[in-house]
């Protein structure tokens, strides 16, 4: 069941910029601030894909610098 959130001292150029935004999408801002929410919401944090990230490289053998630069130099020649 959907509940009601309340945003006090939102600045008046937020709201303003907000408003706007609904009103190019064709929404009321209630409206558009729980698309965004909701969108939001559904998204990782950038940390938790990072982390990831981190966990799948680990499975793999550390690349030498000068190995990666040599392949790419013979694949030119």
Do not use: C, N, W
């Amino acid at each position: 069941m959907p509940i009601s959130i309340t945003i006090r001292s939102v600045p008046d150029d937020v709201r303003d910029e907000l408003a706007a935004r609904a009103a190019r999408s064709g929404r009321s801002l209630q409206e558009y601030l729980v698309h965004e929410l909701t969108r939001l919401a559904g998204k990782r944090p950038i940390d938790d894909v990072l982390d990831g990230i981190r966990r799948r490289a680990e499975h793999f053998p550390p690349i030498d610098r000068e190995v990666v630069l040599d392949i790419i130099a013979g694949g030119r020649e």
